[in-house]
């Protein structure tokens, strides 16, 4: 959080941004990071904003060591008007209901349940998530298209922990964010 | 064989106690907490923290196999379990159990008998331990209470059975008001513990609440660590404690003693324990057994100088405990006040908020155990208790005066907070209080008298 304000009063970064025009847009994509960043696991390593096609980059340090990324782009407009492009950038989490392990595939060696850009519809399985020996789907509460798993495959995860970011197909619904 | 690591599958204070003496142990802690608790004292205080469900407790606190996924992951070899919450569960001890945790309390099938009250009385009958007049086991139906009462007399309590906390009991005064108390505890013993089945008991308005302290191991030592004082009471619900109780006689305070050592030893208990007696005209009677760490601990810790969640874990793991019954004596006198961020103008209804200033008292024998800190929101779904303030002096008006500092050094501040401070204050100051003469109906009496 402290490294967005910080990024957000540098005059570099923003330098010759048209403010009447883009300022609005700003303001709303600053938004959304800060509310994805919140319920990251930890303090993202690294954002990253380019307002002309309006990408955004959050970069979180993993345990293993790797960063990985989620890159949040628009597929249509610039993202200027503001608005609908909240939710996009946003996404959408698919929390984890209860304390367990996070399972990506059906069995060991299996394909994935998803995978980044499949389409899922409202009751998809996503993952399984395994407490006390027992098998826990998860499934989609909203219909969309799957940005990226955020959990690798056995982890053990926290309830409420964000698992997998889908960008809605029913953008103005708003994000959900379960009782985190 | 010592643990490693160490869930205390609990929050607010008893959280944090438990894990300062696992910490003295050097035993690794973990914490588990809902997302209301996310950023609660008991959290910063372990080692590691695993959120395990919402702010309800029945799908966090008190959820079994959250709790031991939390624990599975972390590496946990044992589990401690606090007061409440799944403290007295024989179930949750047994799937601990089934999942290679030890549970820090009493063994389930030990659990089982005592968390049922009528059995637990029955079974202390048996012990040759006094009981008031009463049904032998639940009562089922509405004859069968109308028949009891009029053999066991007026006035009469109705508890249920799987009840505990001071909830879920109703005092009866005549006959007219039998049928709908019956009914009204049966309703209540369903919604609160699921479970309607009640008993009855003969009623002393004219009582001491006296428990007594026992602490077992697995290798057939039984110890008492003497009695505390706890009737003080608003409601059944426990305000000061103190230990040991004023007044008592000596030979009435061994009796009791040699009682619950007498009943633990024949349940097979082990671990700290506390029998709860009402001291009347006629002598003492059994009540309860709890079958966890009391909230009330620390007073008992004060006199006789042993940390009983020490004890609690040491046995746990299959050690003998190491003191005898005569290196057990007592020294001074101990009280202790619980601040509960309640509204009196309210009823005492909980008045959580958030705490823009929270000073806890210090000096010289003044011991506060607590989770709050300046800052943080105290959340609405849990007990209201915030902090507990115990004295230590040699003699027991000396130990109140030190309770009227602490208690008046106590800062506490923020919108809508409310505490329980200003009448703390008050009772201590109360000559009915000060000269050792007050019974349970003490504070309820007191506020209508004031009322």
Redesign the interface.
């Given at each position: 959080m402290s490294e967005l304000t910080q990024t957000q009063g540098s005059d570099d970064t923003f330098s010759g941004l048209d403010y009447d025009n883009n300022g609005l847009a700003l303001a709303d994509i600053c938004r959304s990071i800060a509310e994805v960043v919140r319920v990251g696991p930890d303090k993202p390593r690294r954002v990253r904003i380019a307002l002309g096609a309006a990408s955004v980059e959050v970069e979180w340090e993993q345990d293993r060591g790797q960063p990985s990324s989620v890159v949040l782009e628009p597929q249509g407009g610039t993202g200027a008007a503001g608005g609908a492009g909240d939710d996009i950038l946003e996404g959408h989490r698919e929390c984890a209901p209860?304390?367990?392990?996070f399972y990506a595939a059906p069995s060991p060696g299996a394909p994935p349940f998803v995978q980044p850009g499949d389409h899922v519809e409202q009751g998809q399985q996503l993952g399984i998530i395994e407490?006390?020996k027992?098998m826990n789907p998860l499934e989609a509460t909203r219909p969309g298209r799957v940005v990226e798993v955020l959990v690798g495959d056995g982890e053990?995860v926290?309830?409420?922990?964000p698992l997998v970011l889908i960008d809605p197909d029913d953008a103005t619904g708003g994000s959900q964010d379960e009782?985190? | 064989m010592g643990f490693g690591t160490v869930l205390v599958a609990n929050r607010g204070e008893i959280a944090i106690r438990v894990m300062r003496t696992c910490r003295e142990l050097g035993i690794r802690t973990v914490a588990v907490h809902s997302?209301a608790d996310k950023d609660s004292s008991h959290v910063h205080a372990a080692d590691a923290a695993?959120?395990?469900?919402?702010?309800a407790p029945r799908k966090?606190y008190l959820s079994a196999?959250?709790v031991?996924?939390?624990a599975l992951?972390t590496g946990a070899d044992a589990v401690h379990p606090g007061y409440g919450f799944l403290s007295e569960d024989p179930d949750f001890a047994e799937i601990c159990a089934e999942n290679g945790l030890t549970f820090i309390g009493p063994r389930p099938e030990v659990l089982a008998r005592l968390g049922d009250k009528a059995v637990a009385r029955s079974l202390m009958t048996d012990a040759g331990l006094p009981v008031l007049p009463g049904s032998p086991g639940t009562v089922d139906s509405a004859a069968e209470a109308s028949d009891l009462a009029s053999r066991i007399g007026y006035p009469l309590i109705i508890k249920a059975a799987a009840g505990g906390g001071g909830r879920g009991m109703t005092v009866v005064r005549q006959t007219s008001d039998l049928l709908p108390a019956y009914r009204q505890t049966r309703a209540t013993a369903q919604a609160v513990f699921g479970d309607n089945r009640v008993y009855m008991e003969r009623y002393c308005d004219s009582a001491r609440h006296i428990e007594v302290q026992v602490l077992a191991d697995g290798h057939g030592t039984v110890l008492h660590l003497g009695e505390r004082d706890c009737s003080v009471q608003r409601r059944h619900q426990k305000l000061i404690e103190e230990s040991p109780g004023p007044g008592l006689h000596p030979q009435l305070r061994s009796a009791m003693a040699r009682a619950a050592v007498r009943g633990a030893r024949a349940i097979g208990y082990t671990g700290a324990g506390t029998f709860e007696f009402l001291v009347h005209d006629e002598g003492f009677s059994f009540m309860e057994m709890n079958c966890r760490i009391q909230v009330e601990h620390p007073v008992t810790e004060a006199v006789y100088g042993v940390d009983l969640v020490r004890e609690q874990i040491r046995v746990a793991s299959g050690e003998a405990l190491r003191m005898t019954q005569e290196d057990l004596v007592p020294r001074g006198v101990a009280v202790e006040c619980r601040v509960n961020a309640e509204d009196p103008a309210r009823d005492f209804a909980p008045a959580p908020g958030t705490l823009d200033e929270f000073v806890p008292p210090g000096g010289p024998f003044v011991r506060v155990d607590t989770h709050g800190r300046a800052g943080w929101k105290v959340p609405p779904q849990y007990d209201s208790l915030l902090a507990k303030v115990i004295c230590w002096a040699p003699e027991r008006d000396e130990a109140l005066d030190r309770m009227d500092r602490a208690l008046a050094e106590f800062r506490i501040a923020g919108p809508g907070v409310h505490t329980t401070v200003p009448l703390l204050r008050e009772i201590v100051a109360d000559p009915v209080f000060r000269a050792g003469k007050h019974i349970t109906s003490f504070l309820d009496s007191r506020d209508d008298r004031q009322g």
């Open positions: 209860l304390v367990g392990t407490a006390m027992l053990p926290e309830y409420g922990e009782g985190a | 997302t695993v959120q395990i469900g919402p702010g966090s196999p959250a031991i996924e939390a992951r």
